[in-house]
């Protein structure tokens, strides 16, 4: 059974012959994605499961990363920040090393293709140093919050896109103004990969015994790497209000680093002051190919978390409720669009708020459970691989036809 016929099994016999009728369209077209990193964060998650994909149907696909310095990525994470309204100092020299290292990767880098996705900030300026050689059309693919960004950073980055025919955002909150069409694609989970499929529950035990977890008691999860933004210290926060009322709670938060973000190691220095000698608290640094674990880890919870004070999507709310658990998270970007009070979890804005959602989802059981179905229902639909193809496809169609009927499929 080769790749697409796996998937079929997942999405559907009718969903997977859209999918194929959309690429026959634009089959023998090159692409290019280019990111900043092959390990951690959702992007590189997506692109290994999209790049084999759009090989197999026809669209001939390769991954890129860009490579830079210590410094480019303490400036990039600065960038990261910044767009997502967080306050940050940079100097003309920051601008200027992220400038001068797209210079540099645009040199060696092979962008020969008819398309060219540049994910995020950090590779945004990598058509601006190719000329004449600028053949195929570029596309910037932006994963994080854009609404409020930092004024002096945004403008640095709005500089770079005179060369792009459009730019995808995951959400219309998070859009910018800009020259080219806008386009609205959120982003999607590969339902077969290590992190999301079927396991035993032989595997799943021997997980939870090999990371010391009681897997007769109720435990509480969160999974994202160790980022401020991530709100860590507020899960613990909202653990600690729970606690005397339920005993036998535990607490996991689970992250593993990622070679673009350098300020991983200090948020985790901080996780573990707060969490202190509990030991009810879990703070595991997982490896980047941890995803079976992790997978592990999802089917165990009794409730997951995602308490973001800032989020681009929140790919871990989609895995969560994929596996059929409610989430709390925090009311703001992409989690917005996945957790509806009362059908795939709750939203919320505190600890405070945290901790009462989380109470009536323990003492609720039969709701707990019904509201991870339609969870798992809500994903199928929504926020799988075969969507997320679909929306690419035919934005390149729309790109290439523009007003000429290319989108009726």
Request: hydrophobic letters at 40%; aromatic letters at 8%.
């Amino acid at each position: 059974m080769n790749l697409l016929e796996r998937y079929e099994e997942v999405i559907g016999h009718r969903e997977m012959v859209r999918l194929r009728h959309l690429a026959d369209r634009l089959a023998g077209r090159r692409v290019v994605h280019i990111n900043s990193t092959r390990t951690g964060g959702g992007v590189a998650e997506i692109l290994r499961w999209m790049v084999p994909l759009m090989n197999e149907l026809g669209i001939v696909t390769r991954w890129e990363v860009i490579s830079g310095s210590p410094d480019f990525y303490r400036v990039t994470k600065a960038f990261h920040n910044a767009v997502q309204g967080l306050p940050v100092t940079l100097k003309k020299a920051d601008f200027e090393l992220h400038y001068e290292v797209n210079r540099e990767n645009a040199l060696r880098m092979d962008l020969d293709a008819d398309v060219v996705f540049i994910h995020d900030p950090q590779p945004i300026y990598l058509p601006a140093f190719l000329g004449a050689n600028r053949v195929g059309r570029f596309v910037w693919r932006c994963h994080i919050d854009a609404s409020r960004p930092q004024r002096d950073v945004w403008k640095h980055l709005e500089a770079a896109m005179a060369p792009y025919q459009a730019a995808v955002f995951s959400m219309a909150a998070f859009a910018r103004p800009l020259a080219c069409p806008k386009f609205i694609i959120p982003p999607s989970i590969d339902p077969l990969s290590d992190k999301n499929c079927p396991i035993s529950e032989a595997e799943r035990l021997e997980t939870l015994g090999r990371l010391g977890i009681d897997p007769e008691r109720r435990m509480l999860l969160q999974v994202s790497r160790f980022d401020r933004f991530k709100d860590p210290l507020g899960v613990i926060a909202a653990y600690r209000l729970l606690k005397p009322y339920y005993r036998d709670l535990q607490l996991v938060l689970a992250g593993g680093p990622a070679d673009d973000d350098p300020e991983g190691a200090e948020v985790l220095r901080e996780v573990h002051e707060q969490a202190g000698d509990d030991p009810d608290i879990k703070v595991l640094m997982l490896p980047p190919d941890a995803h079976r674990t992790i997978n592990a880890l999802q089917r165990s919870a009794t409730v997951v978390l995602q308490k973001s004070l800032r989020e681009g999507f929140g790919l871990t709310v989609t895995e969560a409720l994929w596996k059929g658990r409610p989430v709390i998270g925090g009311a703001c970007g992409g989690i917005t669009l996945q957790v509806h009070d009362y059908h795939t979890g709750f939203l919320v804005h505190s600890p405070a708020g945290a901790a009462y959602r989380i109470a009536y989802l323990l003492r609720y059981g039969e709701k707990r459970l019904r509201m991870g179905r339609t969870g798992h229902e809500f994903v199928r639909e929504h926020f799988l691989l075969s969507r997320h193809l679909r929306d690419y496809f035919t934005m390149l169609l729309c790109l290439e036809h523009p007003g000429n009927g290319a989108l009726i499929v």
